[in-house]
Structure formats: C-alpha cells, structure tokens
C-alpha cells in the first residue's frame, strides 16, 4: 500500500505540577515517532513545551531491536559512541557476592548487536538531528486538543493553531491528554519507590559494564559509558516526596557497607547533578492505546517502574510500530488499530514483568525472604538468566521505506 500522506502533531502539553517526574524535557519516544512519519512521508511538527531537549544526568540502555531501528553507525560514531561493544553484565547482593553474571557475548549473538549504554542527552541529540529545525516546535504550551471533525483534530499552542489528520500524545506518565481520553482511569499510581541517579564527573574504573545490586529494600546499580564515565542509579523504599539536602551524603550513608564499585561512583559525583523522582507507573492498564485520531505512546500509554530499564525501549517500538502501520495499512482507523493491536498486550505485559522484578529486587525487605531470593539466584544458570532477558528484547522492527 502507498503510505498514507498527511500532517501529524505531537503533543506534549502542560504537566501538572504535582507530577514531578514528567516534568522534564522531551521524551525520545516523540522524537522518535517524529522521524518514523517522516520517513513514511508525513509532514510533522513536535510541539514540545520545554525550552531544551537536553537531560544530561541520565542514561539509556540501548538495545538494537529499538534504538538500532534509527540510528546508524556512521551518526553514533560522530557522537563518540562505540559501534562495537562487549557488555558484561552482573547482579549482586550487597555484601559483593555474585548472585547472576550474564554474558554479553551471548546476549549479542541473540539479537544481532551489542547492547550498550548511552547517555541519553546523546541519544535526544541524534533524534533530534534526524528532524529539521522547522519541525521543531520549543517552549510552546499545549492548551487543547480537540477532534474538530472525523479525520481532523485540532491543537492550540498560545496563539498557535495546528490542524492535523493525527496527534501522538507522548507527554509522559502524567499525561494530560491521557486523563482527557480517559477520564474514568485511576492514573499514575505511587509505586512505593523513589529514584537517584546521575553520570558522574569523572571516570571511574569499573570491571563491568553493567551491573545491579540488590540489598534490603535497595538497589544500586550502574552503566558503563565507553569514555569511562557512567550512570549511576539508586532506588529506595520510601514515601513520596522524600528529598534529601545533600544527596549524595545521604547515599554514603546508606551505602557505606556495600561493595565497590559503589563509593568510588558516589565519590565521582557532583552533589548538584543528581537527579531524584518518585517512580509512578500506570497499574491499572489502559483499555486502549488510541481513540478517534490520536495516538498514546510511551509513557503516556504504559508508565512502568524502571526495573527492568525498559521504558525508553517500548517507547521507541511504539514508535516503528505506529509509522509502519500508518505505512502499510489501507486508512488511518486501520493503522491506529493495528497499532494498539501490536503494542498494547506487549508493553503491558513488559510493565507487569518490572513490577514483578521489583518485588524480587529492590522491593523484597524481610531477612528471610532475602536469602531465599538470593539463594535462587545464585542456582539459576546463566544461560536462563539471559533468556530472561532477551525475553524482553525479542522483537523484530518493521522496515521502513
């Protein structure tokens, strides 16, 4: 079939305060999408209501059955990124005793590349130089979205009016676009945990590449990057809205029994560059992922804990799976079916999986139930440790024209 020809919007309108961990720059779920309907030939304009699209204290683990789909070796090695890489994976218990290591070798040959970790600013800065400057719409609030008539919705940006044929609404786990379509639906939900993490200043002589260490009621875990920096994360059980006035003295003191590599990454650290947010996650799943012309995508759609560090990977399916079905499928109420057909029961199925690796992880508290875990762990082979997870990297992109 000929690919549809038409104008989409994304739309990232205003967050409400009270949502403080969607209220950052532009989700690369968006840009992404932004760049699948311009390859199938639709004219797009991204609608972005924060004045930058950088967020330098975080990371993403880039799996190639997602970002590979984009990005190509020529543009990651401008960056700086490696084109080859060799991972090394492990989780331990806090005292350093290996509960799994997984190997990357093997992980590689299963999905047909490296997995690697990249800082996520690079990964906003190679989206978004796959889009001209004149798709770009930045620091302009989003006041509605309105279906004007079967096949045109309507987006007010200020003084801005946008007609388009479709809206991606991909603004994150507190999405305002979502409760409108939804109203009825619960929302984001508190998931008891909350989250620090930042790239630390300098490098750091680290043995593996990617490692997650699981203590009682915490997690500590860390990505290599190939300059020899590297994100770092710490989840805590905690009640929302927990802040600390120096975090990284807080997390020495938390921390200061568990193993290295764990204080030479907190000592690497500027204090003023850690980030923390509450985890919210979308518990009760949508009943659909579209209604009439417009799309979810991302968060907005399938907010999941990040313990299975899968959120920015189903956002960028969602995108090559939205562009390839808007590509193929004969009219738009078709495409958008097919979409919510494909990747609703898949990411809700991933966001079941986090959970569920949570309360295993970082979420399991009691002495006992501890030591079973960690004594289950260390009999799993490691081969079905990582059958574990290419279970979640199993997916094939669609090719685009």
């Not at 809206?167 to 909350?194: E, I, Q």
């Not at 807080?250 to 590599?261: M, Q, S, V």
């Amino acid at each position: 079939m000929a690919a549809l020809r038409s104008t989409a919007r994304w739309v990232r309108p205003r967050i409400p305060s009270s949502a403080s961990s969607t209220s950052r720059a532009a989700g690369i779920g968006g840009l992404a999408a932004a760049i699948g309907l311009r390859r199938i030939g639709w004219d797009v304009t991204v609608v972005e209501r924060a004045s930058s699209l950088e967020d330098a204290g975080r990371a993403s683990h880039w799996p190639p059955t997602a970002c590979g789909h984009w990005m190509n070796s020529a543009s990651a090695t401008r960056y700086g990124m490696p084109r080859e890489a060799s991972t090394t994976a492990a989780l331990a218990h806090r005292r350093g005793s290996w509960l799994a290591r997984m190997d990357g070798s093997a992980l590689e040959k299963a999905v047909g590349a490296p997995i690697t970790g990249i800082p996520r600013s690079t990964l906003h800065r190679l989206l978004r130089d796959s889009l001209p400057d004149e798709a770009l719409l930045i620091g302009s609030e989003t006041d509605s979205v309105e279906q004007i008539a079967p096949g045109r919705v309507r987006v007010g940006c200020g003084e801005t009016v946008l007609d388009a044929d479709l809206v991606v609404a991909a603004d994150g786990v507190g999405s305002a676009v979502r409760s409108r379509l939804f109203p009825a639906h619960p929302g984001p939900v508190y998931s008891g945990s909350t989250v620090l993490r930042t790239i630390t200043e300098q490098a750091v002589d680290l043995s593996t590449d990617f490692e997650l260490t699981w203590g009682h009621g915490a997690e500590f875990g860390h990505i290599a990057f190939h300059d020899g920096r590297a994100e770092w994360h710490a989840v805590l059980n905690l009640p929302a809205g927990t802040r600390f006035a120096d975090p990284v003295d807080e997390l020495r003191r938390r921390f200061h029994t568990w193993h290295a590599p764990i204080p030479a990454l907190l000592d690497a650290t500027r204090p003023a560059a850690v980030l923390h947010h509450d985890v919210n996650e979308l518990r009760t799943p949508l009943p659909s992922y579209t209604v009439g012309r417009t799309a979810l995508l991302g968060d907005a759609a399938h907010a999941m804990t990040p313990n299975l560090g899968q959120g920015a990977c189903r956002a960028l399916e969602d995108a090559v799976a939205l562009a390839a079905a808007l590509a193929t499928e004969p009219t738009m109420p078709a495409a958008l079916a097919r979409y919510d057909a494909e990747r609703r029961p898949r990411s809700q199925a991933v966001a079941r999986a986090a959970r569920q690796a949570g309360r295993m992880g970082q979420r399991l508290s009691h002495p006992l139930a501890v030591t079973l875990r960690n004594t289950a762990m260390r009999l799993t082979p490691s081969r079905a440790a990582t059958r574990m997870i290419l279970r979640h990297h199993a997916w094939a992109p669609p090719q685009l024209s």
